[in-house]
């Protein structure tokens, strides 16, 4: 991932929560902004970030449904900003394996589609859930 779309980490910190999620260790570092950034979850096809208090960082690495010479894998970043579930909200960009943003939806199987609406549903829910448990 090219540091300008994760300028918050520099590439040793990447590479160390690499290796602390590995040994099976907190992958938490201290991010550029002097802040805790902290990997939760790492496998063959995704990861999660909690970048910091205000944003959180899913990657999925997808197949499309049909590979072209220059769409052979498609890099969905999901980032959803916000300190609390009331506030917030979700941006997702598609990139090609070379992070070339692209409108990849078009190359996407539905299964694919389901996952990231999953993800994107997190938010409204978390939302849901908050204000109908007010009083």
């Not at 009331?86 to 997702?92: A, D, F, G, R």
């Amino acid at each position: 991932m090219p540091s300008s779309l994760l300028p918050t980490l520099s590439e040793n910190n990447r590479l160390d929560m690499i290796d602390f999620i590995d040994s099976k260790l907190k992958a938490e570092v201290d991010n550029l902004l002097r802040g805790k950034s902290e990997m939760t979850a790492l496998s063959d096809d995704s990861i999660s970030i909690n970048v910091s208090d205000a944003l959180q960082m899913t990657i999925l690495l997808l197949k499309p449904i049909q590979p072209t010479d220059s769409i052979s894998q498609i890099i969905c970043v999901v980032q959803t900003y916000g300190t609390d579930s009331i506030s917030s909200s979700t941006k997702i960009d598609y990139y090609t394996n070379k992070w070339v943003k692209t409108d990849a939806t078009l190359f996407l199987s539905e299964a694919d589609m389901k996952r990231i609406k999953t993800l994107n549903l997190q938010t409204i829910v978390n939302w849901s859930d908050v204000i109908l448990k007010k009083d």
